[in-house]
């Protein structure tokens, strides 16, 4: 990791070093209000969110967010093991960005607080424009530090988390662009969850996992214009990790403008992936690690959603005020994850997010 931070750093440097005279250009001042909902699977969380940003001197821009999810769940393997809770999570998010030249370095950090589990994290990501701008290259290093505890015993565990980007943009065409992201997650501490049992024999047991896990995934992007106010992009992200997981996402999407004041957007995506080493619906024998989280298990999933965003006010120059919606409606269906009546487990998740942001 060492070597790898020298070698980030260096190439940064050289970036640098023949980057142009001119100056990247910071976010543009804005204030966001959300309210959202997720109702599934037994699961809803509803809450509000709040995002400014501000910029300092044509130099620095800075924001700050917050965040809140009033979770009520009832999920299968909840009422399985236990029953249905309650809880709130509360997440504070504050970043700076600072422009030199023709690039753009960014510092963030969030909390994120609900009763059984605190998570800290900080980050640095680094953008350069190359080649006359027809290139974009960023490096980002995140840090994350969690705090796990149990409704009965307080906090007792911790894990830490190392985040690892790279990213190139490259103008194709004066319409056209495309992208290629890769990231390196490495996790270590406690990865499980204190109140989710597994089965061996037929036997309730708690779970195990392993204490260290390695992932990595790689995502390519294209997206441009095909006539005057209609867009298209495509998405494909490949994920594996050391517990044998390997999954596979594909998103296809369009937006249109219908008018000076409206904008649609449409977009369909499915998840695929197999099942960690140690899952299993009931494990035959005695295991170091075993699981029974659904979400290491062998599973799918399909979604389609759309965003309508209409522009309310407008003064060129001035401000800008618009009122979006979001929704979106998803298909899980997992393959070895059974109910109580032993068949694969399927359900439907729906999303909503109705929002006003506002640029000035």
């Known amino acids: 990791m060492v070597r790898l931070l020298h070698a980030l750093a260096g190439f940064v440097g050289g970036l640098l070093a023949h980057g142009a005279?001119?100056?990247?250009?910071?976010?543009?001042?804005?204030?966001?209000?959300?309210?959202?909902?997720?109702?599934?699977?037994?699961?809803?969380?509803?809450?509000?969110?709040?995002?400014v940003r501000k910029s300092i001197a044509d130099k620095v821009s800075v924001a700050a967010s917050y965040y809140v999810d009033a979770v009520s769940n009832a999920s299968i393997d909840v009422v399985s093991t236990a029953s249905p809770y309650k809880e709130r999570r509360n997440e504070v998010g504050l970043s700076a960005d600072y422009a030199y030249r023709d690039s753009l370095i960014t510092l963030s950090g969030s909390n994120s607080r609900e009763p059984d589990y605190v998570a800290s994290n900080v980050s640095l990501d680094v953008s350069q424009e190359v080649f006359g701008g027809m290139t974009s290259?960023?490096?980002?290093?995140?840090?994350?530090?969690?705090?796990?505890?149990?409704?009965?015993?307080?906090?007792?565990?911790?894990?830490?988390?190392?985040?690892?980007?790279?990213?190139?943009?490259q103008i194709l065409t004066p319409r056209w662009l495309a992208s290629a992201n890769y990231e390196i997650v490495n996790d270590s501490g406690y990865l499980g969850s204190p109140y989710r049992a597994a089965r061996v024999f037929g036997t309730t047991v708690h779970e195990r996992v392993p204490?260290?896990?390695?992932?990595?995934?790689?995502?390519?992007?294209?997206?441009?214009?095909?006539t005057a106010g209609t867009g298209l992009r495509a998405e494909y992200r490949y994920y594996w990790d050391n517990w044998d997981i390997k999954g596979h996402t594909v998103e296809l999407g369009g937006s249109r403008y219908f008018g000076p004041l409206w904008l649609a957007d449409a977009y369909v995506r499915h998840h695929s992936q197999s099942s960690a080493l140690f899952y299993s619906d009931n494990a035959p024998e005695e295991r170091v690690y075993v699981t029974r989280n659904r979400q290491l298990s062998r599973f799918a999933n399909t979604a389609l959603g759309?965003?309508?965003?209409?522009?309310?006010?407008?003064?060129?120059?001035?401000?800008?005020?618009?009122?979006?919606?979001?929704?979106?409606?998803?298909?899980?269906?997992?393959?070895?994850f059974t109910d109580r009546s032993g068949r694969p487990y399927s359900h439907k998740a729906g999303i909503l997010q109705l929002f006003v942001s506002a640029t000035y």
């Open 21 to 51: 005279a001119k100056a990247v250009d910071l976010p543009q001042d804005s204030a966001e209000v959300m309210y959202h909902v997720y109702d599934g699977g037994g699961v809803e969380a509803t809450g509000p969110a709040l995002l």
């Open 137 to 169: 290259v960023s490096l980002g290093y995140s840090r994350g530090s969690d705090k796990v505890g149990h409704y009965d015993r307080g906090f007792f565990d911790k894990a830490l988390h190392w985040k690892y980007r790279l990213g190139v943009t």
């Open 211 to 226: 204490r260290t896990r390695s992932s990595r995934a790689l995502k390519f992007r294209l997206i441009g214009e095909v």
């Open 306 to 336: 759309g965003k309508l965003s209409y522009t309310w006010k407008q003064v060129p120059g001035r401000y800008e005020i618009k009122l979006n919606g979001v929704a979106e409606l998803i298909q899980f269906d997992f393959k070895e």
